[in-house]
Each structure stands twice: as structure tokens, then as C-alpha cells.
């Protein structure tokens, strides 16, 4: 069974700071896939990024940076000099070798201005 | 084409009603997938199809959903007899998949009921 756990419920935090969101997963196969999606007040998901199992190297893009450790079973996501705009709530999702994504429950994160 | 369509976007209705949602995926795409997300939750997987093949049901999905993809483009989800236990967000996504590789969903804005 594939499990997938986001121990923050709620971040708040003020604009331009660093904020961390954790992400640790579960799963007995060697291959799968890691996803953070976004989702913002309107509702829809979007898509951020999509890591393989056997890729460990870290990515940048912009003001957003993914931290994934095998070893510990997370894939952390970083939003550094946070905005306002990025207030949603954050999704960290996994898929082994069926199609199903399994999701966390979520991070609702707010920056305040 | 400009991404996932879904209708209607909100529908309440009376306990024991029949209700029914269509989700339009992006016209390349072969996969489509129904989830449910209750409020302060992570989408769980219902359904999903391949072109016209439904190729796998949750355990969430009880004998009252039906879902449907009868020509491999648009999708209904129907629910029969509708408790207030069923409401939530409805959402459809759909993907192009040539070979297993972690394909990328792409999501609509969901389908929200509210059972009275």
C-alpha cells in the first residue's frame, strides 16, 4: 500500500520569507513517481513538478526548490521569498505502477502580505 | 483546446436524487480520471479509463457511481440515490500515456455537489 503523509496542516507566514513543506511517502516498490501540485483558491490542481525513484537530484526552478531523500522517504518542497500569490493549499503526491496518484492530505499555506 | 472541462461546477441536490457530471479531458489525451476530494483532504482516486476501457475502480467507488466513457473522449460519472455522505468535489483529469512513466495528470476545476 502506498501512503503519503503532510505533517503541516496550515503554514502562515509572512511575505518574502523561506517556507519548507514536508513531504514523506510510503511505498514497498523501487519504482515510482513523486508530485507536488498546487491549488489555489479557484480549485484546480496544478502541477508542479514530477520526480522518478531513481532521480535524487535536487531541482530549482525559480523561487521554487524540491529536496528529495530516499534515505528518509520525504521530498521536501521550498518556496524561498514567499508571496502573496503563493497562498494555496500544496499537494505532495505519489504513483507507483498502477496509474492511481495517492495524495497527502495537504498544506494550506498563507503568506500574509 | 485549452485544458480539462468539467459540468456543471456546482450541483446541489435533495438526498436520493440522481446526479450526473461531465468531464471533457483535453482531446489528445487517451487516460481520464475521476477523484473525489472532501473538504480538508487529498483527492482520492475513484476511476480511471483508458480511451473507452475502464481499467480500474476504487473501493470508494460503491454500486451507486457509475462512471462511463463510452467513445474514449468525454465522461459521465453518475450517482445514483445520493446521500449526504456524497458530497464533495468531483474532480476529472486526464493524461497521455505512451508507456508507464509517471504520467503527468492534468486536472479540471471540479464538479462540487452538496446533498441536502
Known amino acids: 500500500a502506498q501512503k503519503v503523509t503532510q505533517a503541516q496542516t496550515e503554514i502562515s507566514v509572512v511575505e518574502k520569507e523561506d517556507v519548507t513543506l514536508d513531504c514523506v511517502y510510503e511505498t514497498r516498490d523501487t519504482t515510482y513517481y513523486l508530485f507536488w501540485y498546487k491549488q489555489p483558491p479557484s480549485g484546480e490542481l496544478v502541477f508542479l513538478i514530477r520526480r522518478n525513484s531513481f532521480d535524487e537530484q535536487n531541482e530549482i526552478s525559480g523561487r521554487y526548490s524540491w529536496n528529495f531523500q530516499k534515505s528518509t522517504s520525504s521530498f521536501n518542497f521550498t518556496i524561498t521569498a514567499s508571496q502573496v500569490v503563493d497562498s494555496a493549499v500544496y499537494f505532495c503526491?505519489?504513483?507507483?505502477?498502477?496509474?492511481?496518484?495517492?495524495f497527502g492530505e495537504g498544506t494550506q499555506l498563507t503568506v500574509n502580505p | 483546446d485549452t485544458g480539462v472541462s468539467q459540468d456543471p461546477r456546482h450541483k446541489i441536490t435533495k438526498r436520493g436524487q440522481n446526479v450526473t457530471f461531465r468531464c471533457d479531458p483535453i482531446?489528445?489525451?487517451?487516460?481520464l480520471y475521476w477523484y473525489r476530494q472532501t473538504l480538508g483532504q487529498g483527492p482520492e482516486f475513484l476511476t480511471y479509463?483508458?480511451?473507452?476501457?475502464?481499467?480500474?475502480k476504487s473501493r470508494l467507488l460503491s454500486d451507486r457511481f457509475s462512471a462511463e466513457r463510452p467513445k474514449g473522449s468525454f465522461s459521465t460519472l453518475e450517482i445514483q440515490r445520493t446521500e449526504q455522505g456524497d458530497s464533495a468535489m468531483y474532480l476529472c483529469?486526464?493524461?497521455?500515456?505512451?508507456?508507464?512513466?509517471?504520467?503527468?495528470?492534468?486536472f479540471g476545476a471540479g464538479s462540487r455537489l452538496t446533498v441536502l
Open positions: 503526491a505519489l504513483a507507483t505502477s498502477g496509474s492511481r496518484l495517492t
Open positions: 479509463f483508458q480511451n473507452e476501457a475502464q481499467l480500474e
Open positions: 482531446s489528445e489525451h487517451n487516460r
Open positions: 483529469a486526464s493524461s497521455l500515456v505512451t508507456t508507464w512513466s509517471g504520467n503527468v495528470l492534468t
